[in-house]
């Protein structure tokens, strides 16, 4: 943890940290051609008590918050609904409307 939290530990060299921060721009893109919006990108984004915070992937509007992930074990199935079924640890939530 000393390290990660120090930039002493550089994950970025495994290959699916690589295939996830090749793929992020292409999700990000398929989101919004898919819910017809445009995905801000986003800093650090402090939560109202001053104590916690996130840095999203981007922020739709006011009130959506994105984190896009592409993990390498799910590169190729056919679509996100195949890989959620095949899937332990992943989950999607859409609205009543489907998005």
Request: glycine share 10%; proline share 2%; hydrophobic share 30%.
């Amino acid at each position: 943890m000393y390290k990660t939290l120090f930039d002493l530990y550089n994950a970025g060299g495994s290959v699916s940290i690589q295939h996830g921060l090749s793929n992020e721009v292409e999700a990000i893109k398929a989101y919004e051609k898919q819910y017809n919006c445009t995905v801000s990108k986003s800093g650090f984004v402090l939560h109202e008590n001053g104590i916690i915070g996130s840095s999203p992937d981007g922020l739709v509007g006011d009130d959506i918050v994105c984190e896009f992930k592409c993990p390498l074990t799910m590169a190729k199935i056919g679509n996100i609904h195949q890989a959620i079924e095949q899937s332990k640890s992943c989950y999607l939530m859409e609205d009543e409307n489907g998005n």
